[in-house]
């Protein structure tokens, strides 16, 4: 039991207090009681977390290292979520900015069943770059949702997946909407040869979003989106256990403004949880995040890890055409460029602002 | 499909960008996409979000009100959550403060299938405050686990809960711990003659979870705790919705340190999304949140909306006996203290402080 892994934490308070800070997080993170009331030695040798280092990074913050035990988090990303944040997210003044994989949680989550290399193998796209847009906006009745799928399929695009707030909304029901949408990628499919896929977003418990992925089956639909911290990361990490055909597009909604480093959290964890590609909020677009903070993601996403696949970076968010050279210099071919809201200004012209958008990704490193 | 129900947001940035910002978030929340683009009149009108007012708060902070469409809510809590805050999760410098809660979200969600009232008839405890604790720590044996349950229960409180950390880690298994501690709890309640329940923590997906729920009712259990920012609030909403006979204490993992303003998301969310009682983080414990915050928080869980049952606030986080009087001044008769590893303390003497600490409450306005 006395196996451990290292989470690291930034905390900003005053210099005086970060010692008994560091160990408040390491009592918070895993017995979550005062330690003079605890009469097993076993437990304060091997479960009671423990306080690995301190730096002072200047500027009154300080790096954290925690050494937690192995054996509290069990099976379960919920649970891992539990102890390397859980209550210490209530801390305003505190971010998680690493986590420690140790072979063990690879054996356990086993990561993306398919990673880029099986997105790009169901693509025939080889070594290149892979492409997303998105159908918007929510509130179109099915059949205008349809066209529009059929028009960006046109365009020949990689993945065409569903506006992340498309739901189960009276004016497009999950189980009108789907059907009909990949119908009509599918007739796309058909004129352009290329093996487009649509990509439903899943919502609702466990129990809806099997019975959303049992309709998407029976569709030939292979590649869903869920957002691991709307819905759960247990539930992240149960369509990869339970439905390993499906690849696994992870969406950013609730990831929060960086209280989870989003290297982290995307690059590190929802990649062992099973996503297939991560979706995240692009510098230099709606959101802040920084260029060396996108840059760690995808090295995070495509470093070896125990063996695990590796997962799609796949940078998002008000992005746009003329971003693309640029975006590919960044981050090279190993990811997927998703350009939503500006590809639809092109309104009737769909099809081709598709088609220019892939043929500028694919060909860049041809 | 124009029904709309208003969100406000705290912004922090310069004067000058509020107006954009606002519209910004508007658009992010609703159809995320430039408007230019989108050609269906209803769209514009009924489904994109409307910038209802701002209100300059002094020191840099704004307020910002956004009218959204009730309609692209759905029936999902979890999509609740994704339009209320989803994307915009992602800027540091916003945070919810305020969700308007239309009657229509009442009819669809339900609220607290028991409530604060509801537990106390259980109980037999007429109008007087509840009192709870929390076995601790994770890691002992099912054995030890099961006799501090037994201990505390002699006590004669109304809830022992599990700790949050316990899940289904292999030195206690969920299906090994639940049964044992229930029969322990029982053995006491027997020699007690008070009615204290066993409140196991759920954990995982929510197929798991329902495993979990049935091994429950086979123990006679009726009340569970769950953390609904860790699971998925679309869980919360499965087990208010499909297991209506458990009472739920939703507990605050993962609830983060502000960017949802705590009185809204527990006084008014999780108890519209189904919570009995709502543990939180006290003033003057080992989190940081204000007594204002927390009277706020208990004023929202005991306000009348549209005819939901309140939920029982339920402060937490370090609270030690010596604070009870100063906790029922504070928070009245309508309020369940918990305090947890403090009265680990008292070891051997656990049954006995137990009972001190429920006598001191259940007494207090007697």
Redesign the interface.
């Known amino acids: 039991?006395s196996a451990r892994f290292h989470t690291t934490y930034h905390i900003r308070c005053p210099a005086e207090e970060i010692e008994a800070r560091a160990r408040?997080i390491a009592v918070?993170q895993?017995?979550?009681?005062?330690l003079?009331?605890?009469?097993?030695a076993?437990?304060l040798e091997?479960?009671?977390g423990q306080v690995a280092g301190i730096t002072d990074l200047g500027n009154g913050v300080f790096e954290v290292r925690i050494a937690l035990?192995i054996?509290?988090?069990?099976?379960?990303a919920?649970?891992m979520?539990?102890?390397i944040?859980?209550?210490t997210?209530?801390?305003?003044?505190?971010s998680l900015v690493d986590v420690e994989i140790p072979p063990v949680f690879a054996a356990i989550f086993g990561g993306p069943r398919h990673g880029l290399d099986g997105l790009r193998a169901r693509l025939g796209a080889g070594r290149r770059p892979l492409t997303a847009t998105a159908i918007?906006?929510?509130?179109?009745p099915v059949p205008?949702l349809a066209d529009l799928g059929h028009r960006l399929a046109l365009g020949g695009l990689d993945f065409i997946k569903d506006?992340?707030?498309h739901?189960?909304?009276?004016?497009s029901p999950f189980v009108a909407r789907v059907p009909a949408i990949a119908a009509a990628v599918r007739r796309a499919v058909a004129l352009t040869g290329h093996p487009t896929r649509y990509v439903p977003m899943l919502?609702?418990?466990?129990?809806?979003m099997?019975a959303q992925l049992r309709l998407c089956r029976e569709c030939g639909i292979d590649t869903v989106m869920m957002?691991p911290m709307?819905?759960?990361v247990?539930?992240l990490?149960?369509i990869a256990r339970?439905w390993p055909e499906m690849a696994i597009l992870a969406h950013?909604?609730?990831?929060?403004?960086?209280?989870i480093a989003p290297d982290l959290l995307f690059g590190k964890l929802f990649r062992l949880w099973g996503a297939d590609a991560l979706i995240f909020?692009n510098f230099g677009g709606?959101?802040?995040?920084s260029g060396a903070m996108c840059r760690s993601l995808s090295d995070h996403a495509l470093a070896p890890l125990h063996g695990l696949r590796t997962s799609t970076p796949t940078p998002a968010?008000g992005m746009e055409l003329a971003r693309v050279p640029a975006l590919l210099d960044f981050f090279g071919r190993d990811v997927m460029l998703l350009i939503?809201?500006?590809l639809?200004?092109a309104?009737e012209r769909i099809p081709q602002e598709g088609a220019a958008f892939h043929r500028a990704v694919a060909t860049y490193f041809a």
Chains 1, 2 share one sequence.
Not at 136 to 140: E, F, N, S, T, V
Not at 167 to 171: G, S, T
Not at 203 to 208: A, E, L, S, V
Not at 252 to 259: L, R
């Open positions: 039991m408040g918070e895993s017995v979550e009681m005062p003079a009331a605890i009469e097993d076993r437990i091997d479960i009671v035990a054996a509290t988090v069990g099976e379960d919920g649970q979520l539990n102890m944040l859980g209550n997210s209530m801390h305003a003044c505190v918007k906006p929510q509130g179109l205008a506006d992340h707030s739901a189960d909304q009276a004016f919502c609702g418990d466990w129990g809806r099997q957002a709307l819905s759960g247990a539930t990490q149960a339970d950013p909604s609730m990831t929060g403004g960086g209280q909020a709606r959101f802040g995040f968010g939503g809201g500006s639809l200004l309104k």
